[in-house]
């Protein structure tokens, strides 16, 4: 479905001098450096792949996603989208194709949201019996019984969202590219569209691109991961086998009374890591692999009373955290 070959994406910017004098240099003969967005990467996805594309700001997320929709021209490589160059056949590719950027906003502001859904109807030529049936669905899995007929502009920004993802999906598009479409919405909110992608992607094999730094969102929703940093791949593979691989780490929490020493201070040298401590509790990290826990209880016992425990897998968003802090190497 999608076919990314060596594909890179570079901007030239002013390299700019500090100073009033370098600001009329920079005017009269400015000078140009290369900043490479997209890194030659690769990758290809299948029909009906759920596929969280994630890393920092500025790692190149939102470049590639403009890439494979069109919007943007690689520098070099390739992309073919079913069959379609994007940004060379954008017509025909955007037929196939929804897109959500953000807090950008397909909906009609002045106008109630059914009138900006009759319109994707018309756009997209889709037949009667298919819209109707589309809106049904996507009106119980989201909600949105009491928006239809509202102004968008009366509409909060969850409601919004809810109104975009069900317009993105209307015209039942083939791969649906999501740049950060939970930002700034609340719990609720957030698991009715990780119910209705997994749902939609269930029933009609919809390829999905995910790009959000929501990693709750990944966690719901894809079953594969793609990591960019600073524009190149550095893990394409299962959710599954990145936390298996990067995850070996365990979390343990204690509650704890009568301690006699600040331990990160005092325990610098053991197989395990003291992450955080204070009167009333420790949070310590470790390998199961080097100590177990009956060891690590065994040593605090020297330096305090364990009142209760619990341990943890590390989650996806700490093992992220490490790699992005180098704690962790892809």
């Known amino acids: 479905m999608i076919e990314v070959k060596n594909l890179t994406k570079e901007y030239k910017v002013i390299e700019k001098e500090s100073g009033l004098v370098g600001y009329f240099k920079n005017l009269v003969h400015p000078k140009y450096k290369i900043f490479t967005a997209v890194n030659s990467i690769n990758f290809n996805v299948q029909e009906g792949e759920l596929v969280g594309y994630i890393g920092e700001n500025g790692a190149g997320k939102s470049t590639t996603i403009k890439m494979l929709t069109g919007l943007l021209t690689p520098t070099s490589g390739k992309v073919i989208i079913d069959g379609l160059v994007p940004y060379e056949n954008r017509i025909e590719n955007?037929?196939?194709?929804?897109?959500?950027?953000?807090?950008?906003?397909?909906?009609?502001?002045?106008?109630?949201?059914?009138e900006s859904f009759r319109l994707i109807k018309k756009l997209y030529e889709i037949p009667e019996g298919e819209y109707r049936q589309n809106l049904k669905t996507f009106t119980e899995i989201l909600d949105l019984e009491d928006l239809l007929e509202k102004q968008v502009k009366n509409l909060s920004l969850g409601q919004k969202m809810r109104c975009e993802i069900a317009l993105t999906f209307l015209h039942n598009p083939k791969i649906v590219y999501l740049d950060e479409p939970t930002i700034g919405l609340d719990v609720l909110v957030k698991e009715k569209i990780?119910?209705?992608i997994r749902d939609i992607n269930k029933e009609k094999k919809t390829t999905v691109i995910l790009t959000t730094h929501d990693l709750k969102d990944i966690e719901d929703v894809c079953n594969r991961i793609i990591l960019l940093d600073k524009g190149n791949i550095i893990y394409d593979g299962s959710k599954e086998k990145f936390k298996e691989q990067y995850g070996k780490e365990m979390i343990a929490n204690f509650k704890i009374s009568h301690k006699t020493?600040?331990?990160?201070?005092?325990?610098?040298?053991?197989?395990?890591?003291?992450?955080?401590?204070?009167?009333?509790?420790?949070?310590?990290?470790?390998s199961h692999e080097k100590i177990n826990i009956m060891q690590i209880m065994q040593e605090l016992t020297k330096y305090c009373v364990i009142n209760d425990m619990n341990t943890k897998q590390l989650e996806l968003e700490d093992i992220l955290k490490q790699i992005y802090k180098g704690e962790k190497v892809c």
């Open 94 to 114: 955007n037929k196939k194709i929804g897109a959500v950027f953000g807090q950008k906003t397909q909906l009609w502001w002045d106008l109630p949201v059914i």
């Open 194 to 196: 990780r119910k209705f």
């Open 261 to 286: 020493v600040e331990l990160i201070a005092n325990l610098p040298n053991l197989q395990f890591e003291v992450l955080e401590e204070d009167d009333k509790s420790l949070k310590i990290g470790f």
